[in-house]
């Protein structure tokens, strides 16, 4: 038995709450697993302007 239940943090499935976080990308291919990972990490602007003046 799991201690997590998603209907704690309002969602009915763990699929929806995945989505609302928007802190991961999900790929659900037809037919398929629903595969999900976490998104890449942004580059703020301030770190791509110092690394462009190089």
């Excluded at 997590?4 to 009915?12: A, I, L, M, N, V």
């Excluded at 929806?16 to 659900?28: G, Q, S, W, Y």
């Amino acid at each position: 038995a799991s201690d997590f239940d998603p209907r704690t943090f309002g969602f009915r499935k763990l699929s929806d709450l995945v989505r609302k976080t928007n802190a991961f990308e999900i790929d659900h291919p037809e037919g398929g697993a629903m595969r999900i990972r976490v998104k890449p990490a942004a580059r703020s602007r301030e770190k791509s302007k110092s690394a462009a003046s190089r």
